[in-house]
């Protein structure tokens, strides 16, 4: 099993669309949590951390369900400029390990 | 506001060759981190710098040889690179505490 796992997509939705991405992690330990945005050909820039109460930037709505092992990343009212690459990365904290990332889930936001 | 500096972007290497990437970040960061990006294969780690002084390996290191030079520097060495080190390497560095972690622009590596 991958320690991160997400749906590659390509999710497809039109402007103004809401859509969702899910992501799960293996290791129970892991202790810090964030979602990067990569355009293409381009280096992963972070867009969020996430917290298991919630948190909110924007069009852009993050949550961590520890219990499940799950994470998600909700945007409200697409932009075309919202069209790239979303990475779920964790964290366990603990020495010889470092940021571990999905594979990504790819968005394209249509006219 | 330089961030993480990569060099170089692009290179072309024969089968065999040696080289160094560079990285250098001017945050103040402790960790510093190499990851390399393949189609379908997300970012994965090569090596990893806690703190100057320091190194661990990752998921992928054979075949790559790191560097901690200072508290700025993280170097990331191929010392016969093969065409299966064809890939974007990216270097990042991550604050203390929040872990949130920066990334340099890339270096896109060939070996041909």
């Known amino acids: 099993r991958k320690e991160v796992e997400q749906d590659p997509g390509p999710f497809n939705v039109p402007e103004g669309a809401t859509v969702a991405f899910n992501c799960t992690y293996s290791?129970?330990?892991?202790?810090?949590f964030f979602w990067y945005r990569q355009d293409c050909r381009k280096e992963p820039k972070l867009l969020m951390s996430v917290y298991s109460s919630g948190n909110e930037d924007g069009r852009f709505t993050a949550q961590l369900n520890r219990a499940s092992q799950y994470i998600s990343l909700l945007i409200r009212d697409s932009k075309l400029s919202d069209s790239a690459t979303y990475l779920c990365?964790?964290?366990?904290?603990?020495?010889?390990?470092?940021?571990?990332f999905g594979k990504g889930t790819t968005l394209s936001v249509s006219s | 506001n330089a961030g993480v500096t990569q060099t170089p972007k692009f290179q072309v290497l024969k089968t065999g060759q040696s080289m160094t990437l560079q990285c250098a970040q001017d945050?103040?960061?402790?960790?510093m981190y190499w990851y390399r990006q393949d189609p379908g294969m997300g970012l994965r780690l090569i090596y990893y710098?806690?703190?100057?002084?320091?190194?661990d390996k990752g998921e992928v290191p054979n075949g790559y040889n790191v560097s901690r030079l200072n508290k700025r520097e993280f170097s990331l060495r191929l010392e016969s690179a093969a065409p299966s080190q064809t890939s974007v390497y990216f270097c990042a560095s991550s604050e203390k505490g929040s872990w949130k972690a920066f990334f340099g622009q890339g270096t896109r590596l060939t070996v041909v």
């Open positions: 945050m103040n960061h402790n960790s």
């Open positions: 290791n129970s330990a892991s202790q810090s």
């Open positions: 990365v964790v964290n366990l904290h603990q020495a010889g390990t470092a940021l571990i």
């Open positions: 710098s806690a703190s100057e002084g320091t190194t």
